[in-house]
């Protein structure tokens, strides 16, 4: 145990934006370079209010619904993807689309698109009312595909053991997330196609397994992300099975230091959807608060980049 407060701080790597995320913030701002503000954007572009509000001040608008976007206006797609009917009812309103959908989530509308169109019933895992899952449930016909969330929504699930099926995952959701309902899956339907390991999304499972080795080192960890960030809420949980105590922050404003009072090694990590300035400023706050030092502990390189929407490649 640290003694009069002291203790050390281990930063997760890798943590924070994901590819994804960083393609996302990037089509806003080149799109408010290149069209001039204001632009629209449906829905949240990340699920992290500190970047949403740095771009409401360079001139994006947020909306939750197309309806609220005047017509010909420029209209972005945000990273969790929309369903097919928000694509027609933005055509219909002849709004300049910009897709900043995730292209792993792209993968998953078609994978979705394919299995449906080979004849199969689709098994969607993933969370209700989750942007990604409103999207994905979007790609196909209603009766086509059935959302579960738990080993026992796939117990309820009223399908012929013979029925032509397929799963497709929300991609925040890690392999080990989606572990035990697969397995169920596949007892209940032993044809069931699925998704290749590499489909899943590299990002989830890479910030989960540093969480768990910061477990292995730290007492407490502070997890870094919105409260409505379906992998930043998977991260603290992650720790606590580990048997750490663990917290779940939007800012270094709502830490507070009886958190990390008589331990020794604090863990640090974030959402893929929070900045690394919130790392910074936590970190500043920690060594305010009887931090000695600070290390990181890298478990994998990530070396993905995703290109931006022809319409905003550079000429």
């Given at each position: 145990m ?27 701002e ?11 954007v ?7 209010r500190?970047?949403?509000?740095s ?6 608008i947020?909306?939750?619904e197309?309806?609220?976007?005047p ?13 097919k ?7 219909a309103?002849?709004?300049r ?18 299995w ?20 994905t ?17 796939v ?7 013979d029925?032509?099926l ?5 991609t ?15 007892r ?38 919105a ?13 606590v ?5 663990s917290?779940l ?38 060594m305010?608060?009887g931090?000695?030092?600070?290390e ?11 290109g ?7 000429a």
């Amino acid at each position: 145990m640290g003694e009069n407060g002291s203790f050390d701080v281990i930063l997760a790597a890798p943590r924070g934006f994901c590819a994804g995320v960083d393609r996302a913030i990037e089509i806003v701002e080149r799109a408010l370079e290149r069209f001039g503000a204001p632009i629209y954007v449906r829905h949240e572009i990340v699920h992290n209010r500190h970047v949403v509000e740095s771009l409401r001040k360079k001139g994006a608008i947020f909306v939750e619904e197309i309806s609220e976007i005047p017509e010909g206006s420029v209209a972005i797609f945000s990273a969790h993807g929309v369903s097919k009917k928000v694509v027609a009812d933005a055509r219909a309103r002849g709004l300049r689309e910009i897709d900043a959908t995730c292209p792993l989530v792209t993968k998953v509308h078609r994978e979705a698109d394919t299995w449906v169109a080979d004849g199969r019933q689709l098994i969607l895992i993933g969370h209700a009312g989750h942007p990604e899952v409103e999207g994905t449930l979007g790609q196909v016909p209603k009766g086509t595909i059935h959302l579960v969330e738990t080993v026992r929504d796939v117990d309820r699930l009223d399908l012929d053991s013979d029925t032509l099926l397929a799963y497709v995952t929300q991609t925040t959701l890690s392999m080990d997330d989606t572990l035990a309902i697969v397995n169920a899956l596949r007892r209940k339907f032993p044809g069931i196609e699925g998704p290749r390991q590499e489909d899943i999304c590299y990002a989830t499972q890479n910030r989960q397994n540093a969480v768990k080795e910061l477990a292995r080192r730290c007492e407490v960890i502070l997890v870094l992300g919105a409260p409505n960030s379906s992998n930043s809420n998977r991260l603290r949980e992650v720790a606590v099975e580990a048997g750490c105590c663990s917290y779940l922050i939007e800012s270094a404003s709502d830490f507070d230091p009886t958190w990390v009072a008589r331990v020794s090694h604090v863990g640090v990590t974030a959402g893929a959807s929070a900045p690394e300035l919130l790392v910074d400023q936590l970190v500043d706050r920690l060594m305010r608060h009887g931090a000695r030092g600070v290390e990181t502990l890298r478990v994998a390189e990530e070396r993905v980049q995703f290109g931006l929407p022809t319409e905003l490649r550079s000429a």
